[in-house]
């Protein structure tokens, strides 16, 4: 190689490299039969070096770097409007990354020596810059108020170009990342420059509709709009905007619909919450608490509302039963205990009427728990003909078990009804740590007082069982401590009921880890060495233990199920479990492994990552450990669902499946006015199936039931199709 090189000056070696930057140039312009050969790159890359490698004078290495950075400033011009300009834009984008792409190529050499030692902006970075620098600054105001037309078309159920809203939308967010580092840059495009206007577009544009709506149409019409709306805006998440955009776009879309009319919702005449209570629209009530649970300080006044109806059918109750009373007050004992027994019969069904509602369309929220229980302690506090509740209960209580009482109920009855009252002492007992022994037993005496010993033997044997449990307590702790090496490495409490006295629990056999095996095992000596004539049969189902998950940002105290605590611990030796795996290591029932499986992947908690990520179990899943779990509290309590939650969740997603479709139908049908039923149904299909996969059956019921609420009707002039109502 010769050492004495030819000095290249920088006119002469500029001249050369614009040659090839005009031919990238007509490449990129799609020129037929324009290409780079082997040579023409490695000459150009060649250049480069030997103008950077001479000697001073000669070493045009910063020259250079200024002019890379000015190959870009006559490429960057736009001159279309509209929509054409955003596609002009996303084009000129894909154009300007493959010629930054090329270009460091050729200046290589810059790259790897002279921005190194000077720590200057990457050749990459400096290209993206100019182009947010000369092109996107320029139109950005521009393109984000286009872009929120469209997203506002595609609201109005107009068909847009998704796909291009989505690649507009990757150049705000690819400009806001420094491509050379691998990091974001301050103040993002995306955050900055879109997302600001497009929520303040959001709640200008949902601000309009819910003042229309809320004025033509009642509570429900209003409710199934917002929902359906919400629905639609996390879809519009889905198909193109940013993950990060959704709390943010959920939260002004809930304000706008929601949080500002809560009380017009609430109250609104002929058709708001106390008339769906009074008319029993479940449904109804089930979608104004699935909504209102979206938002801060949502929910009370729903709770409220409810509060004050109960209270107001209860009072309704009580005057009846008090005009009643003084009407018959001249009559026989009997007829006015008949009466007054009449009325405590309808009042239990009333607790029973809307706990169903706390249940099921309440979503057994504690709000609601305690609305029930304050509007009943103000029905129940109030007296009948002279008699306080408390007394009329007692008596309704006599009835039930006085042979030849007022109140006729079979032998099946009665013991259902007794049975009722052992289960809920059995609770208080094993669950209530603040439950008062002394009010629990100064009640049975009263009760073998008024009904006899054989009334109250066993809920006597109960809380005998308890005080028992305690000694025992005790007596393991100071075993323990005479016998160190026994020590678990846990702490364990046991409760040993007796058989003949409890309610009889659910219990399955489990496969417990080896820290609970040692604890069973050590606690089995020590009752042995107490008693050597009762057998123990474990009843885990009834159990629960505090263990600490180590996440990533801090550690947090568990409070969990036996069932839950077991099957967490087998993550200490896994990071990731099939559903079969979990089952047959467990040796749980199925039931069962989808109830703790649910409450620990699909309930407010994540602690563990489910794949695929739905809100239902089932067998082909698979479980791994969430690292990055965290909560505000340092001790959290994780609810194991009921039994029947399976079934509860599959009919959730059938809701919300069923509102998906009518949002699918009437986009549809807004913009095409008049379809036959065949093509609606396809389209519906074709639109959805990217979510789930529709049952035309019930696509056939909600066209049905979207004719009844006059969304659509059928065409006179064809049976077979359907018009749009506006």
């Excluded at 007022?406 to 099946?412: G, V």
């Excluded at 009889?504 to 008693?531: A, R």
């Excluded at 467990?586 to 109830?595: A, F, G, I, P, Y």
């Amino acid at each position: 190689m010769s050492l004495n090189r030819p000095i290249i000056d920088l006119d002469e070696g500029w001249a050369q490299m614009e040659i090839g930057i005009a031919k990238l140039k007509r490449i990129l312009a799609d020129e037929p039969r324009v290409s780079f050969v082997s040579d023409e790159y490695m000459h150009l890359y060649t250049t480069i070096y030997n103008m950077c490698t001479q000697k001073s004078p000669h070493d045009y290495s910063q020259q250079l770097y200024d002019k890379y950075r000015g190959a870009f400033d006559d490429y960057v011009t736009f001159t279309k409007h509209g929509e054409f300009l955003l596609r002009e834009l996303v084009l000129r984008w894909k154009n300007h990354k493959v010629m930054v792409r090329w270009l460091c190529r050729f200046f290589h050499y810059l790259d790897r020596y002279f921005i190194t030692r000077r720590s200057l902006p990457a050749l990459k970075s400096v290209g993206w810059e100019s182009f947010k620098t000369l092109a996107f600054d320029e139109l950005k105001a521009t393109v984000t108020t286009i872009l929120i037309t469209m997203v506002d078309k595609d609201r109005d159920g107009q068909i847009i170009d998704r796909t291009l809203v989505k690649n507009v939308l990757d150049i705000y967010i690819e400009l806001g990342h420094d491509p050379a580092r691998n990091q974001s840059a301050p103040d993002p495009p995306y955050e900055k420059d879109f997302e600001d206007a497009f929520r303040q577009g959001t709640i200008d544009y949902y601000s309009k509709k819910a003042q229309t709506w809320i004025v033509e149409d009642t509570c429900p019409e209003y409710m199934l709009k917002a929902e359906m709306c919400l629905q639609k805006e996390k879809e519009r998440v889905a198909h193109y905007l940013h993950s990060s955009t959704e709390p943010k776009l959920m939260e002004a879309a809930q304000g706008e619909l929601l949080a500002r009319h809560i009380d017009q919702i609430l109250k609104k005449e002929n058709s708001g919450c106390k008339v769906l209570l009074c008319n029993e629209k479940v449904e109804d009530l089930s979608r104004m608490f699935r909504l209102f649970s979206r938002i801060k300080d949502g929910l009370p006044p729903v709770s409220k509302t409810f509060q004050e109806h109960v209270n107001e059918v209860g009072m309704s109750l009580l005057k009846q039963a008090v005009d009643a009373a003084a009407s018959k007050k001249n009559e026989k004992r009997d007829v006015v205990s008949a009466l007054e027994l009449d009325y405590v019969r309808k009042i239990l069904d009333l607790h029973d009427k809307y706990m169903a509602y706390v249940i099921n369309s309440f979503q057994n929220h504690t709000l609601f728990h305690k609305a029930l229980k304050e509007a009943f302690e103000v029905v129940c506090n109030k007296d009948v003909a002279g008699c306080t509740s408390a007394e009329l209960f007692a008596s309704y209580c006599d009835s039930i078990l006085r042979k030849g009482g007022i109140e006729k109920l079979s032998d099946e009855a009665i013991e259902g009804n007794l049975e009722k009252a052992r289960k809920k002492l059995g609770r208080r007992l094993l669950f209530d740590k603040n439950g008062n022994d002394e009010l629990e037993r100064s009640l049975l005496a009263k009760l073998k007082q008024y009904f006899g010993g054989q009334f109250t033997s066993k809920m006597e044997g109960m809380l005998t069982d308890i005080i028992l449990a305690k000694d025992n307590q005790t007596k393991y702790e100071k075993y323990i401590s005479r016998n160190p090496e026994l020590h678990p490495s846990v702490d364990l409490s046991v409760q040993v009921l007796t058989t003949g006295y409890w309610p009889t629990y659910k219990s399955s056999e489990i496969n417990l880890p080896s820290e609970m095996v040692k604890c069973v095992e050590v606690f089995k000596g020590f009752y042995q060495s107490v008693t050597k004539y009762r057998k123990m049969n474990w009843i885990y189902s009834l159990g629960n233990c505090n263990i600490i998950g180590r996440f990533e940002l801090k550690p947090i105290e568990l409070i969990v199920t036996t069932y839950q605590g077991a099957l967490l611990l087998l993550f200490n030796e896994s990071e990731r479990l099939s559903f079969s795996e979990i089952v047959t290591q467990l040796n749980l029932s199925e039931d069962d492994t989808v109830r703790v499986l649910h409450s620990l992947s699909c309930g407010k908690y994540k602690i563990l990552n489910k794949e695929p990520n739905s809100r239902t179990i089932s067998p082909n899943d698979v479980f791994e450990f969430n690292h990055k779990f965290t909560d505000k509290m340092r001790r959290i309590k994780v609810q194991l669902p009921p039994s029947d939650e399976k079934k509860k969740v599959i009919d959730d997603v059938n809701k919300d499946r069923r509102f998906a479709i009518d949002a699918a139908l009437v986009r549809i049908m807004k913009s095409r006015k008049i379809m036959t039923h065949q093509n609606l149904v396809a389209e519906c299909v074709e639109q959805l199936s990217r979510m789930f996969k529709p049952d035309i059956k019930m696509i056939k019921r909600r066209i049905e039931d979207l004719i009844t609420r006059e969304y659509l009707e059928r065409d006179k002039d064809s049976a077979n199709s359907y018009r749009y109502l506006a």
